[in-house]
């Protein structure tokens, strides 16, 4: 194994989300085909119940196990640093069992929440069922959480990064397997072949656990330790994995808030106006899982950079060297929206096509994507940002910034369906828009903080992004042109061969009309440009 670079580090995190990601949004073709819509909406309530769960027990652990291991390393304390890493293990054992005994024992009062007040809205037991099957993996993903943090303190990105293809992997042969054999073989109903298919997370989950223990045991040399004892007692360490998880994890409930409070006030809002149950619900979980699967793509980037960001700046901030800090700060920000605005415009243009493809014809879909594009790019910067907020240890304003954002959010998801309904506009847009607002809100506290507290200027992050206006637009023109052209079919494969060569063509022009602008370089800098020119063989004009 070897240390990665942060622009490095978040190429390979990147890259290894990026697969992962693709795998996610590749396999839930054939599964949204097994499970049908009625499957699709109970796969939806049970995942983004989890995921507020997973959140309460994990979220924190990583991220707060890397910025105190990479704290003790820059400060030569590798005694205390192993010191973190066994209390970490032992702490994580009550939060998983706390969250799996919750999730499991409330799984009916939970489905209850999401679906009072709604006449003929899906069966409670079947929720809670499914509910149920996915708390499983809460026993295993702790675990693996911590020995991820555990190495990103390191600057060891490549094993954790790799792991997640390995846990997606396996997790999909048991969705699609589970899901097949359960519905179509077995002819059981479509809650158990989903609540089989829920179980591939907590197998998937196994089969990462084991590849990352496996590879810190061959590796031991890499992780020094020291026989020096480091002056610190447990309670000084317990206290600040939690003084850095708290905030962490509290920050994970509040951005999970926003999907779970969406998908309550979706349902809501559209019966209220006149929706049938079925397509109050079919609509809000295209909204909260199906549309925002599709963008999985682009959120992986600021997951990457996230990934990669949280060692290098907390070791410029420990140093107090905040210039350094403003500057990765601005890179990352760069980094993420110079890479996702073409797919964001590439999904935008195809977003009827590519949502024929995931998921057969449908109503709503498209148009659901088009915004669902648009608020990844939020989400995925306020993400960037609330991780480099982290890194300087402002958790009191990453809260704060959050928490508004959430309010904003959920005191207009009703009121933003109602007006558009009333001014005969698509009603279901109001959610997404209020998502929009809430995110929007919060971004522009912390940015105006830092400004203020570190006097950090944008300036590069404006110039930057400036760049990809014309190779945008470029690229906008010609794949909607070519698409607009091309003969209309209903055929899977002969659509899929068109956005995938749209796709290409796109980024090409994309990618060549930002180098021949400087664009490239400006972003990620003229070395790594000229390192990966040089591997494909590329003369440098």
């Known amino acids: 194994m070897k240390k990665d670079s942060f622009l490095k580090g978040t190429l390979i995190a990147s890259i290894a989300i990026i697969i992962t990601k693709i795998l996610g949004v590749l396999y839930v073709i054939p599964f949204y085909k097994i499970i049908g819509e009625e499957g699709g909406v109970l796969y939806s309530y049970a995942y983004n119940i989890y995921n507020l769960f997973l959140n309460i027990s994990t979220a924190g652990i990583p991220v707060a196990i890397s910025m105190i291991i990479s704290e003790y390393i820059a400060l030569n304390m590798l005694d205390a640093k192993e010191k973190t890493f066994r209390l970490s293990k032992k702490i994580i054992i009550t939060l998983s069992l706390i969250a799996f005994l919750v999730l499991f024992i409330f799984s009916e009062k939970f489905a209850l929440f999401l679906v009072s007040g709604i006449d003929g809205a899906t069966n409670i037991k079947d929720i809670s069922l499914a509910i149920k099957a996915i708390s499983l993996s809460l026993i295993i993903a702790p675990f693996l959480s911590v020995l991820r943090g555990y190495l990103q303190g390191h600057k060891f990105i490549s094993p954790g990064s790799t792991s997640q293809v390995w846990e997606q992997l396996v997790r999909i042969v048991i969705v699609l397997l589970g899901s097949y054999?359960?519905?179509?073989?077995?002819?059981?109903?479509?809650?158990?072949?989903?609540?089989?298919?829920l179980t591939g997370a907590f197998f998937g989950g196994i089969a990462a656990f084991i590849y990352l223990k496996t590879k810190i045991k061959k590796n031991k040399k890499y992780f020094e330790t020291s026989k020096k004892k480091d002056n610190i007692e447990n309670k000084e360490i317990i206290k600040k994995i939690f003084l850095y998880c708290i905030p962490l994890i509290i920050i994970s409930i509040t951005n999970d808030l926003y999907t779970i409070i969406d998908l309550k006030l979706i349902i809501k809002g559209?019966?209220?106006?006149g929706f049938s149950p079925e397509d109050a619900e079919l609509i809000s979980s295209i909204v909260c899982t199906w549309?925002?699967?599709i963008c999985m793509i682009i959120s992986a980037i600021s997951i990457g950079l996230t990934t990669s960001l949280i060692p290098h700046i907390i070791e410029k901030y420990t140093k107090k060297d905040y210039k350094g800090s403003n500057e990765m700060f601005n890179q990352a920000i760069s980094t993420m929206l110079v890479t996702s605005l073409p797919m964001a415009v590439g999904l935008m243009i195809l977003s009827h096509e590519i949502y024929y493809i995931f998921y057969g014809q449908s109503a709503y879909g498209g148009n659901i994507l088009v915004v669902s594009v648009i608020l990844s790019l939020f989400i995925g910067t306020q993400t960037v940002m609330d991780t480099a907020l982290q890194g300087f240890k402002k958790f009191k304003l990453v809260i704060t910034s959050t928490t508004i954002g959430l309010v904003t959010n959920a005191i207009l998801d009703i009121p933003l369906i109602l007006l558009l309904n009333k001014l005969n506009l698509t009603p279901y847009y109001g959610t997404m828009i209020?998502?929009?607002?809430?995110?929007?809100?919060s971004i522009t506290?912390?940015?105006?903080?830092?400004?203020?507290?570190?006097?950090?200027?944008?300036?590069?992050?404006?110039?930057?992004?400036?760049?990809?206006?014309?190779?945008?637009?470029?690229?906008?023109?010609?794949v909607f042109l070519i698409n607009y052209i091309l003969p209309e079919t209903t055929s899977k494969i002969l659509l899929l061969l068109e956005v995938l060569s749209l796709g290409i063509i796109g980024a090409i022009i994309y990618l060549v009309l930002l180098y021949k602008n400087n664009g490239l370089n400006q972003t990620f800098g003229k070395e790594q440009i000229d390192s990966i020119l040089k591997k494909l063989r590329i003369k440098r004009n």
């Open 434 to 441: 209020a998502t929009i607002i809430g995110a929007s809100v």
């Open 181 to 197: 054999i359960s519905i179509k073989v077995l002819n059981l109903s479509v809650s158990i072949g989903v609540a089989v298919a």
């Open 270 to 273: 559209l019966y209220m106006i």
């Open 445 to 478: 506290i912390i940015l105006i903080y830092l400004k203020k507290k570190f006097k950090f200027k944008y300036f590069d992050i404006l110039s930057n992004i400036s760049k990809t206006a014309i190779p945008l637009l470029a690229m906008a023109l010609v």
């Open 291 to 293: 549309g925002p699967k």
